[in-house]
Structures are given as C-alpha cells and as structure tokens.
C-alpha cells in the first residue's frame, strides 16, 4: 500500500527493576518516482546492563566504575526519515535525510565525576534531550559501492539538584564514508572505511564551589579525531570459506586531548589530560567456513 501505519505495544517484566508498558506507533508513504516517507513515534524503557552496574577497571592510567544505584530509563522518541531511491543505467542511488528527536529521563550515561585524576562513573542524568540531523548517501555499480555520510547534533543534559547545572545544547557533528571495490579477475573484495568524529563539548565539575557551596561547572572539549579501517575479502572452496584480512585504526589513534574551559571564558589546564580511544594500529585474519548442511 502507498500508506501504512502499525501500532504497537509492548510489555518488559523485569525482577530486579520495575516492569514497564511501552508503546510505539510508525507510519510509511510510498510516493513516486522513488520517494518515500517515514515517521516513528514511541516510549522507551531501558534497565541498566551489567557493565553499567558492576563495572570497576581502575589502574595508574584508569578509573572507571560502574554504579548499582542507576534507575532504568524512560523516555519518548521521534524520527522522520525521508528517502529517494535512484537509477541511471547500472547505477543505483541511495539518498536519505534523516531527523531525530529523544528525551530521556534518568539518562544512564559515562561521566567524568572527577577531572584530576581523571575519573569515570555511570551515572543518571535526570533530563537528557537530543535533536539531529542525518544525511547518508549511496552509490552501487556492478564492481565497487561508495557511501558517505554526516550527523550533525545537539546534546543537553542537567541533573536537578545542581543549582549550577547547565541545560545548554552543545553541538557536534561527524562524517562517515567507506567504499568497497571488487576484484572480478580474483573475485577479491577490499573495502576501505573512514569516519571522523568532530570536537565534543561537555559540562563537567570543575571542582571548585560557589559562595553557598554549589558546585561550579566548567565545559569541557575533547578534540576530533580521524579512524580509518581498511580489509580484504576473498572467498575459497565454492564460497564455502571467507577469508578475511584487515587492519583497524590505520592513523594509529590512540587518545585524544581533553581541555576545559572556565565559565569566564578563558582556558586553564590543571594537569595533562587525554581521552583513551584504543590502543594503536592493530591487523587480524578472520576464517569463516560454511558446513552447507
């Protein structure tokens, strides 16, 4: 049909957690010439996980605990996808802009609770908003497939019982493209992926209080970074075993910086500080076989 809507509901038991109802409610149009519409509205419900509840890795280099007083989320969504499918000879063209909306209470989230030494806790932020905006692309051929990307996003959160707490947006964006040639000759795949996430802003506590012993915030940045992924693919024995030979964080990525900013405006740096993303360029070889039973 060119219209459809579908309702729904769903039922989450949980014993440790309280048991929830959610409901969701979505709709499609299919117009002409390759145009197509969809919206999506619904409640959400999540409990925490264990990683988010028991989680405690802390070193000389890190510190990072969970947290078993963490409440289970609740909030609505939105989204509305518009979407164009193209064709030239053998061309095909995939375009997509994509806008979302979430507003979560009781938000689980990482958080930085101590900036020196640098200290990572889950935690419940009590209102946590997000809009956004995405554009995907994408271009098919008979050999090789190209795609690319970009979300930009806005971000608040505020926890009620910090009379200093800041519900601004802060913004950020990152873009995703990725390509994948096929050798017909060896009937070998390679793919080569890049995303680059642009700088993040945050309010943390800075550590000092105010007159009346609130604490003061300060915005933190954590700088952007590049990661590039590259793999080749090559099948075996009638397609029975895949053969897979890749490397990952071909930049060598290994932390970024993380700044703060006073609320006057003006930067201090109470000590060296990064943001571990991994640890450097690393290759591996990936077997899949097929029993075909």
Request: charged content about 20%; cysteine-free; overall charge negative.
């Amino acid at each position: 049909d060119d219209f459809s809507v579908r309702p729904g509901v769903r039922y989450e038991y949980n014993s440790m957690f309280h048991s929830k109802v959610t409901g969701s409610f979505s709709a499609r149009y299919l117009m002409n010439h390759g145009f197509e519409l969809r919206a999506n509205f619904g409640t959400s419900y999540r409990t925490p996980d264990f990683e988010e509840l028991y989680y405690y890795f802390v070193d000389s280099n890190h510190d990072v605990r969970g947290n078993e007083n963490l409440k289970p989320e609740n909030g609505i969504t939105a989204f509305v996808n518009f979407k164009k499918s193209s064709w030239i000879d053998n061309l095909s063209l995939l375009n997509a802009l994509k806008v979302s909306y979430i507003d979560v209470r009781d938000k689980i989230d990482l958080a930085v609770v101590n900036t020196l030494p640098l200290q990572y806790q889950y935690i419940n932020i009590d209102s946590y908003k997000l809009w956004g905006v995405t554009s995907e692309n994408a271009l098919k051929a008979e050999n090789w497939a190209f795609n690319f990307g970009a979300t930009f996003q806005g971000i608040s959160r505020i926890n009620n019982d910090e009379p200093n707490g800041n519900d601004d947006y802060l913004y950020s964006y990152q873009i995703n493209t990725g390509g994948t040639y096929k050798f017909q000759k060896w009937g070998t795949f390679f793919t080569l992926m890049f995303k680059y996430q642009g700088s993040q802003e945050t309010y943390v506590a800075s550590g000092d209080t105010d007159l009346e012993g609130n604490t003061v915030f300060e915005k933190q940045t954590t700088d952007g970074y590049g990661w590039l992924d590259a793999s080749i693919k090559k099948s075996f024995l009638n397609n029975s075993l895949t053969t897979t030979i890749g490397a990952r964080n071909l930049l060598d990525v290994t932390s970024v910086d993380v700044s703060n900013t006073s609320p006057d405006g003006g930067t201090h740096s109470p000590g060296s500080q990064s943001l571990l993303l991994g640890y450097g360029r690393s290759f591996y070889l990936k077997l899949v076989y097929n029993l075909n039973l």
